[in-house]
């Protein structure tokens, strides 16, 4: 029998059974584990078998989490972190010295570019970037120092898609190590280990929990480097709590049909917002209109659950756009079942340059929505109220700034 398939391991990858045979995995809250005798210490310690001794090095809920991701990626190893940063960071701190060089793209999360721009050069650790899309510049950013290259896609607000079988390629040639940061497309629609990558991140606290609960992260891949990243991890305390992990791995097995759902919730609000007077562009990597659209195809199941677009009317036509907004949520998450609407250029990159901005694609009017599992009816509804009282209200605003003006 094959029973191989995504949907049945997220389900059927389980710990084994206690002697009171429970059907769902029991939660093990304990912070250490007991030894037989001064030789089972021995050994354990020797790590001579596998066995849990301290819940910062290993404990039953985090492992089964992490089989359950390392085998959705096609990964031979893994490591649960307390946040999707704590799984960023841990990596790159285990596996870069002092001198190092990182080549990665500038469109990444906002705290992984704090970490490349305010932390790593404290240890002598630099960063060159790439734009989004311009994979076909970044080999000449590479050097003799150059260890890791890093990217996400797609990627965060902007929506842009990296083609992995390039960036695989890239990294093979220059005998880089190349890590994804895979969260907004989960493992359910991309393993970016099939196109080359060596280690794949995610944050947890997004689709992988999907219901807005819990902080969580993981770093996948080669045994070789997950090793060095958990030899870092013991002797630094960044692991995943056994609650969250317990969490998290009965999210997963959810996430397929919960993905599903998302992604044709998301396109069709991507649809919708294409038609919309009140609208400049839409991003959704599976809308034919994407520049990428045909790299997304390839290398993604579905399009994703987040959708960027710029309303009209700048800076003042995205904050009136939130102020309309009624049912969905304004919130920094995203990935959870409710549909979260957000305004980069005045919230989360406000403090960036103008330039800077543009360079990442976050325009004035940006709007990023992360869409949940509402009936996308409601979802629709409030987006068309929303961009309707925007424009309304431009009017009036333009109305009597005239009429003052006089
Ligand atoms: C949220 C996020 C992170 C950080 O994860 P936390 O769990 O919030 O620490 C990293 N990368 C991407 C793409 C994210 O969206």
Redesign the pocket.
């Known amino acids: 029998m094959n029973n191989d398939h995504f949907e049945t391991n997220a389900i059927r990858t389980q710990l084994n059974r206690t002697e009171y045979q429970e059907h769902s995995v029991p939660m093990y809250l304990t912070s250490s584990f007991v030894f037989e005798d001064a030789e089972d210490m021995r050994s354990g310690f020797a790590e001579e078998k596998e066995r849990n001794i301290y819940s910062r090095f290993t404990n039953p809920n985090t492992s089964e989490f992490v089989e359950k991701i390392c085998k959705m990626e096609g990964a031979e190893s893994g490591y649960a972190f307390a ?4 799984a ?1 960071f841990s990596t790159f701190a285990a596996l870069l010295n002092s001198g190092d060089h990182i080549v990665s793209c500038r469109s ?2 906002g ?2 570019h704090g970490l490349f721009t305010r932390y790593l050069p404290k240890w002598n650790i630099t960063t060159s970037y790439f734009k989004a899309n311009e994979v076909h510049t970044l080999e000449s950013l590479i050097r003799p120092e150059t260890k890791i290259l890093y990217a ?1 896609t797609p990627t ?1 607000p902007g929506v842009d898609v990296l083609d992995l079988e390039a960036l695989g390629a890239i990294a093979k040639k220059h005998n880089l190590i190349l890590v994804i ?1 895979n ?2 497309a989960t493992p359910y629609l991309q393993q970016p280990i099939k196109f080359g990558a060596d280690l794949v ?1 995610h ?4 689709l992988i929990d999907g219901q807005g609960r819990v ?3 993981v770093t996948v891949g080669r045994a070789d480097l997950i090793r060095e990243i958990y030899l870092f991890a013991r002797n630094t305390g960044p692991a995943l709590s056994p609650f969250n992990a317990w969490v998290l791995s009965k999210s997963l097995e959810t996430l397929a049909v919960r993905v599903d759902r998302h992604c044709e919730n998301a396109l069709k609000v991507a649809q919708f917002l294409e038609k919309h007077d009140a609208v400049n562009w839409v991003r959704h990597p599976f809308l034919p209109s994407h520049p990428q659209y045909e790299v997304a195809k390839k290398q993604m199941k579905h399009g994703g659950s987040i959708v960027a677009f710029e309303v009209k009317g700048g800076i003042a036509g995205g904050r009136r756009f939130l102020n309309s907004i009624q049912m969905c949520s304004l919130s920094a998450n ?1 990935g959870d079942t409710r549909t979260i609407v957000t305004h980069p250029a005045s919230t989360t990159h406000s403090k960036l340059a103008e330039e800077d901005r543009l360079e990442v694609g976050i325009t004035d009017g940006l709007v990023r929505v992360s869409v949940g599992l509402e009936n996308v009816e409601d979802v629709l509804a409030d987006l068309e109220q929303a961009l309707q009282t925007a424009v309304k209200r431009a009017k009036v605003g333009s109305h009597t700034s005239e009429s003052s003006d006089a």
Not at 83 to 86: N, Y
């Open positions: 946040t999707g940063m704590a960023v990444v999360f705290s992984t996400e965060n940061d969260c907004f991140i944050s947890a606290t997004k902080l969580g992260g995203l």
